[in-house]
Nanobody, 122 residues
């Protein structure tokens, strides 16, 4: 059974930075970060292919967010810089296989973390 444990959310001001972490146990998978703002659908943020280390980003975060992994600890990080109020959401870590589908599609992922709240004040 795969378990994903996220940490690192919090309340920050616009322009600040946060780093989210997701520790995975029970296997090695391609990893993704999604977010869901109140009243909106869950949306893709970033993804990491473990073999090769390729990173993928939503257009809204490209250049501000960076996804990276520590293979020895089976942990994936999301470094978020220049945060804006529109980045406010619950952020979810997800694990799956990119051979099965599109990296930005929630259906590609089999396992999800519990979510961590990120709130950016203006």
């Amino acid at each position: 059974q795969v378990q994903l444990v996220e940490s690192g959310g919090g309340l920050v001001q616009a322009g600040d930075s946060l780093r989210l972490s997701c520790a995975a146990s029970g296997g090695t998978y391609d990893m993704g970060w999604f977010r869901q703002a109140h009243g909106k659908e869950r949306e893709f943020v970033a993804a990491l292919r473990w073999s090769g280390g390729d990173g993928y980003y939503a257009g809204s975060v490209k250049g501000r967010f960076t996804i990276a992994g520590n293979t020895s600890k089976n942990t994936v990080f999301l470094q978020m810089n220049s945060l804006q109020p529109e980045d406010t959401a619950v952020y979810y870590c997800a694990a799956g296989s990119f051979r099965r589908g599109v990296v930005s599609d929630t259906r590609t992922y089999d396992y999800w973390g519990q979510g961590t709240q990120v709130t950016v004040s203006s």
